[in-house]
């Protein structure tokens, strides 16, 4: 019958206008900046590089192997590599990024930097907070702004950094004693060739009393 | 307990007539030559705090009311509750670039704000607020009110014209079209009780409705041709003043604003203003018409003061319209007129049958039950037949679907 | 105005129009012959509120009633097939997801189907339950979207968009739980998902699927009787079942104008034909069984969720030797389509051995449900072309591309 359609719409909206206030469920606004929704673990904005220890520039794991820059869609990466070396977490001598630039105002947070990188070293961050009135340079990041320590990783995402740390410390771990193994072998290897160098020393001496005969 | 009774009610009617008794003591206390200046200023000016006021505080409850219809938070940032949000509102419109196209016809599209704003107030002159409080007393005050609403339409196809915009064009053209149309059931379905009433003069009405029978009063919406007018003069009201769902020539999102779409600032709030200025008009006029004016809704509410009955029920009527705004979507051009023409018009004339009825039916007890099932069957059949031809007009069903065989 | 002269070719009186079949192409009306009025023309868009993204429609009014309708849009290109021909395989995936933004896990699949067909890759179990689930669901999502702002245009002033959206923020964060990301997800890849989905996250969309039939019953108990809402949809936009076929149509739209054709039931990609869904089809090709469509569809997508949740398997998302850096397939090329929540959406790739494809093309759905607008508009008026807009769904990022 004509109006029973409007009558229905009217008691839902209705229902709804004083289950606003009753209900918790119905008002999902939140009073922003007052309070704010805690983002999920795996939430992503913009790429940020990780550093071990104190120092940045000493424990930054970036090895300056363009794949990030190559692989990344809009190509807003660009590094520099360096033209000395030095030691990595595992002690073996790599280059590094004499310069690191990101510009932010053309990543697009695809997150493929992250995916394709052999070495841990780029990871995304989960800041959004980020508007400057700065036209000129203030949305391009240099290695300075983007060299973060590994605790924030940790903070951020605890999960994933947990896992990248475990990996890290198993290969640390395998390293060492491979070259605490390869040590040994050397030491036996040192030992042995001194014992038959002693050998043929005395050998050498016990034949050197007489001419060859 | 007599005695407190009637000392409260002394007190209540006190309280009940203080603007009449001030205007009356600032009147005798000026001197003769500005006695007229005093009287007029006291009349207008109320008229022009009160109502603007009442304006700034419906578009807070209405972002706020239909804030809460989609479950979110109004506004709520400007003041306590969002209180001062008009305030807010004021400064922008009055801070901003009034542009005026420059093909427009420059006087023409200035006159057109102020054209409706005026005559949008003029319709205040003849509603009664309060017991003995009407701002001039016309014998033919309902023609008044009439008459003047429908100078507004002029002032709207002034607006649509004098922009030379397509859209403005459009948007003035459904305007008038809607506007006319709807003044018939307006105006038909307040004949009603203009016939059972016995006068054109709005306090006059009221007085008849503030009767009362035991604790019940004589409101004629609790008649069935009460209720039933009252649903169509309302109806016809949303559709005069351009409300949702009849806001076709506002058509927000499809030719945005319509017929002011050329207007900015300070003017386009002057639009706005005139629009709910309207709405509390023809909200007033139904209130005055059919819900007995200032009149309490028990006999024993009357120690509450008339005025404030009268603006309690304007505060009503417009949560209901907001209400209504948050449901609806709107009806489409050629499917507004067709409810005009082909579905309120005969209501409305058939609803004046029924007051005919109503009024010469014996009174005894024996005919109070039958008088109003007689009434209601007059009012509730046609309605159903003019529904279903309406349904059939449009060819509107409920489908079922069926869906492909698995394969 | 010289009437005459420019009706010469393929007049149709306004009588005939009402209800008849069209022929495909252009059309215009003769006007009535007794008042030649003036033909008033108006260009709706690209700024409105209602032409859902940047889209134009030159209309040419007759009163109120539309003569001619011509759609302009391109005010959203953004070159990305090229692109994608000058990135490598695994760089467009991103680009992808801006294609149709509501629906990026979708766009995903599509291109993502396509270089699986070139190469040759098979995908794990769990892996195609993972894609099915983000396809319903974004269904779910799209076509919640969508039937809000097919009422926010016929000027519900926002309550049932709020509604529909609420729901959909809902979805949204499941999305951002699994892939960092809300809309533009970036979550398949050749052969696998890049991250596997944890049984928290799949707890957490059981329980969403379990409340969201109680959202479309709420939604559709708002409108579904609103006398007003079936008054303005019903014999809108009449789409007859021939017109729809030949000109392409497909999706939803496709399937209101009764044409049994979807590709998730005729292509069986993926492992779709395990489940158990219908397929609804419409009678009358208008607004309102497009819109019945859609709600149905839903349903239909919570159906499927509900037995992809229950039978989803362990076991690994990707083959650890699939190559997806560096990706170079072999010369040779592939299509691969799928049902999109717009229609079919279609990933043309020609290889020529490089590490960037030689051709890469996209058969956007919108755009070819678009072409038929005119058709469907003449004789209407301006509220109704809006109306009938909505129903199409169209996402400018997609028809533009």
């Keep these: 019958m004509l109006g029973e359609g409007i009558v229905k719409g009217l008691i839902e909206t209705a229902r709804n206008f004083v289950g606003s206030y009753v209900d918790k469920d119905r008002l999902v606004t939140v009073q922003y900046p007052e309070e704010r929704n805690p983002l999920p673990e795996a939430a992503r904005n913009f790429p940020f590089l990780l550093y071990d220890g104190d120092d940045p520039e000493a424990g930054l794991r970036c090895v300056s192997c363009h794949i990030c820059e190559k692989e990344c869609p809009p190509r807003c990466i660009h590094i520099e590599k360096s033209t000395d070396k030095k030691p990595d977490f595992v002690?073996?001598?790599?280059?590094?990024?004499?310069?690191?630039?990101?510009?932010?105002?053309?990543?697009?947070?695809?997150?493929?930097?992250?995916?394709?990188?052999?070495?841990?070293?780029?990871?995304?961050?989960?800041?959004?907070?980020?508007?400057?009135?700065?036209?000129?340079?203030?949305?391009?990041?240099?290695?300075?702004?983007?060299?973060?320590?590994?605790?924030?990783?940790?903070k951020i995402h605890p999960m994933e950094a947990a896992e990248t740390d475990a990996r890290r410390a198993e290969e640390l771990k395998q390293t060492q004693a491979k070259a605490a193994a390869a040590a040994a072998a050397a030491a036996a290897k040192a030992a042995e060739a001194a014992k038959a160098a002693e050998a043929a020393k005395a050998g050498n001496g016990a034949a050197g009393k007489e001419p060859s005969a | 307990?007599?005695?407190?009774?009637?000392?409260?009610?002394?007190?209540?009617?006190?309280?009940?007539?203080?603007?009449?008794?001030?205007?009356?003591?600032?009147?005798?206390?000026?001197?003769?030559?500005?006695?007229?200046?005093?009287?007029?200023?006291?009349?207008?000016?109320?008229?022009?705090?009160?109502?603007?006021?009442?304006?700034?505080?419906?578009?807070?409850?209405?972002?706020?009311?239909?804030?809460?219809?989609?479950?979110?938070?109004?506004?709520?940032?400007?003041?306590?509750?969002?209180?001062?949000?008009?305030?807010?509102?004021?400064?922008?419109?009055?801070?901003?670039?009034?542009?005026?196209?420059?093909?427009?016809?420059?006087?023409?599209?200035?006159?057109?704000?102020?054209?409706?704003?005026?005559?949008?107030?003029?319709?205040?002159?003849?509603?009664?607020?309060?017991?003995?409080?009407?701002?001039?007393?016309?014998?033919?005050?309902?023609?008044?009110?009439?008459?003047?609403?429908?100078?507004?339409?002029?002032?709207?196809?002034?607006?649509?014209?004098?922009?030379?915009?397509?859209?403005?064009?459009?948007?003035?053209?459904?305007?008038?079209?809607?506007?006319?149309?709807?003044?018939?059931?307006?105006?038909?379905?307040?004949?009603?009780?203009?016939?059972?009433?016995?006068?054109?003069?709005?306090?006059?009405?009221?007085?008849?409705?503030?009767?009362?029978?035991?604790?019940?009063?004589?409101?004629?919406?609790?008649?069935?041709?009460?209720?039933?007018?009252?649903?169509?003069?309302?109806?016809?009201?949303?559709?005069?003043?351009?409300?949702?769902?009849?806001?076709?020539?506002?058509?927000?999102?499809?030719?945005?604003?319509?017929?002011?779409?050329?207007?900015?600032?300070?003017?386009?709030?002057?639009?706005?203003?005139?629009?709910?200025?309207?709405?509390?008009a023809v909200s007033g006029l139904g209130i005055t018409l059919f819900l007995g004016g200032w009149s309490a809704p028990l006999s024993f509410l009357a120690v509450i003061p008339s005025w404030i009955w009268f603006f309690a029920k304007l505060l009503v009527m417009i949560g209901v319209f907001i209400w209504v705004r948050g449901t609806m979507p709107r009806l489409r051009m050629d499917q507004l007129m067709n409810f005009a023409w082909k579905f309120m018009l005969p209501m409305a004339l058939i609803d004046m049958v029924c007051a005919g009825v109503w009024r010469f039916l014996p009174g005894g007890a024996l005919w109070v039950v039958l008088r109003w099932l007689i009434c209601a069957a007059i009012i509730v059949v046609p309605y159903v037949a003019l529904a279903r031809g309406l349904e059939q007009g449009r060819k509107i069903e409920q489908r079922v679907y069926r869906y492909a065989e698995e394969g | 105005m010289s009437g005459k002269s420019m009706m010469e070719e393929s007049a149709i009186g306004l009588d005939e129009q009402m209800g008849a079949t069209y022929g495909a192409g252009r059309h215009t009306l003769k006007p009535d012959a007794e008042h030649e009025s003036q033909i008033l023309e108006v260009a709706i868009g690209p700024q409105h509120p209602s032409t859902h993204g940047v889209f134009r429609m030159d209309v040419q009014l007759d009163g109120e009633r539309v003569v001619r309708l011509k759609p302009v849009f391109g005010y959203l290109h953004r070159n990305h097939e090229k692109i994608a021909e000058n990135a490598a395989y695994l760089a467009a995936i991103p680009y992808t997801d801006r294609l149709d933004y509501l629906c990026s896990?979708?766009?995903?699949?599509?291109?993502?189907?396509?270089?699986?067909?070139?190469?040759?890759?098979?995908?794990?179990?769990?892996?195609?339950?993972?894609?099915?689930?983000?396809?319903?669901?974004?269904?779910?999502?799209?076509?919640?979207?969508?039937?809000?702002?097919?009422?926010?245009?016929?000027?519900?002033?926002?309550?049932?968009?709020?509604?529909?959206?609420?729901?959909?923020?809902?979805?949204?964060?499941?999305?951002?739980?699994?892939?960092?990301?809300?809309?533009?997800?970036?979550?398949?890849?050749?052969?696998?998902?890049?991250?596997?989905?944890?049984?928290?996250?799949?707890?957490?969309?059981?329980?969403?699927?379990?409340?969201?039939?109680?959202?479309?019953?709420?939604?559709?108990?708002?409108?579904?009787?609103?006398?007003?809402?079936?008054a303005r949809t019903q014999g809108v936009g009449v789409l007859p079942r021939e017109l729809a076929v030949s000109a392409g149509v497909t999706g939803p739209m496709l399937r209101a104008s009764g044409v049994n054709y979807d590709i998730r039931k005729v292509d069986r990609y993926g492992i779709?034909?395990?489940?158990?869904?219908?397929?609804?089809?419409?009678?009358?090709?208008?607004?309102?069984?497009?819109?019945?469509?859609?709600?149905?569809?839903?349903?239909?997508?919570?159906?499927?969720?509900?037995?992809?949740?229950?039978?989803?398997?362990?076991?690994?998302?990707?083959?650890?030797?699939?190559?997806?850096?560096?990706?170079?397939?072999?010369?040779?090329?592939?299509?691969?389509?799928?049902?999109?929540?717009?229609?079919?959406?279609?990933?043309?790739?020609?290889?020529?051995?490089?590490?960037n494809p030689y051709r890469y093309r996209v058969r956007p759905p919108c755009l070819i449900n678009l072409t038929i607008l005119e058709d469907m508009c003449l004789g209407l008026s301006v509220a109704d072309v809006v109306v009938t807009l909505g129903s199409v769904d169209i996402v400018m990022g997609e028809v533009d591309r």
């Design chain 1, 91 to 154: 002690g073996k001598q790599q280059f590094y990024p004499k310069v690191f630039n990101i510009d932010v105002s053309v990543c697009m947070s695809c997150q493929i930097c992250v995916e394709v990188c052999p070495f841990d070293a780029i990871r995304m961050d989960k800041e959004f907070e980020l508007s400057t009135d700065d036209r000129f340079g203030g949305l391009l990041w240099t290695k300075k702004e983007l060299a973060k320590p590994n605790e924030y990783y940790q």
């Design chain 3, 272 to 355: 779709y034909d395990r489940f158990k869904f219908r397929v609804p089809l419409g009678e009358h090709g208008d607004v309102y069984d497009r819109y019945m469509m859609r709600v149905l569809e839903m349903r239909e997508s919570i159906a499927i969720l509900e037995q992809a949740l229950k039978e989803i398997p362990d076991g690994p998302v990707q083959d650890p030797k699939t190559k997806v850096r560096g990706l170079r397939p072999k010369v040779g090329e592939a299509y691969g389509r799928i049902e999109s929540p717009k229609g079919e959406l279609g990933f043309y790739l020609i290889s020529d051995g490089t590490m």
């Design chain 2, 1 to 280: 307990m007599n005695g407190y009774f009637a000392m409260a009610t002394g007190l209540a009617e006190r309280v009940d007539q203080i603007f009449v008794t001030f205007d009356h003591w600032a009147v005798t206390n000026t001197p003769e030559p500005l006695r007229w200046l005093v009287s007029i200023l006291l009349i207008v000016v109320p008229i022009l705090a009160v109502f603007p006021g009442l304006f700034a505080l419906t578009t807070v409850l209405e972002r706020k009311g239909l804030g809460r219809i989609q479950n979110r938070y109004g506004p709520n940032r400007v003041g306590p509750y969002g209180l001062l949000q008009p305030i807010a509102d004021a400064v922008k419109s009055l801070t901003k670039e009034d542009v005026v196209p420059r093909t427009a016809d420059g006087v023409v599209h200035y006159l057109a704000p102020l054209v409706i704003v005026s005559t949008a107030f003029l319709a205040y002159a003849v509603l009664p607020v309060g017991r003995n409080m009407i701002a001039v007393h016309l014998d033919a005050g309902l023609l008044f009110f009439f008459a003047i609403g429908s100078a507004t339409e002029l002032a709207v196809f002034m607006a649509g014209w004098s922009s030379r915009n397509k859209y403005s064009l459009l948007g003035a053209m459904r305007a008038i079209a809607q506007m006319i149309s709807y003044e018939v059931p307006l105006i038909l379905s307040s004949i009603a009780v203009i016939m059972i009433a016995g006068t054109l003069s709005p306090e006059k009405i009221v007085l008849e409705q503030a009767q009362y029978t035991g604790i019940f009063p004589h409101w004629y919406v609790f008649t069935p041709w009460g209720f039933a007018g009252f649903l169509l003069f309302m109806t016809a009201a949303a559709a005069e003043t351009n409300r949702s769902p009849f806001d076709l020539p506002e058509g927000e999102s499809e030719i945005i604003a319509g017929y002011f779409v050329e207007y900015s600032g300070f003017k386009f709030a002057l639009f706005f203003l005139a629009e709910y200025l309207e709405i509390f």
């Design chain 3, 105 to 230: 896990m979708t766009n995903n699949w599509g291109y993502v189907l396509a270089v699986e067909k070139l190469v040759g890759i098979a995908v794990p179990e769990r892996t195609e339950y993972i894609r099915v689930i983000m396809a319903e669901l974004t269904r779910f999502q799209n076509h919640s979207a969508l039937v809000g702002f097919l009422l926010q245009d016929m000027g519900a002033s926002g309550t049932p968009l709020m509604y529909a959206f609420r729901e959909r923020e809902k979805i949204l964060d499941l999305f951002e739980a699994v892939s960092g990301a809300r809309m533009m997800c970036n979550y398949l890849r050749f052969g696998g998902v890049r991250v596997d989905c944890t049984p928290e996250w799949l707890e957490e969309t059981r329980q969403l699927v379990g409340r969201l039939p109680r959202f479309v019953d709420e939604f559709e108990r708002l409108l579904r009787g609103n006398e007003i809402l079936m």
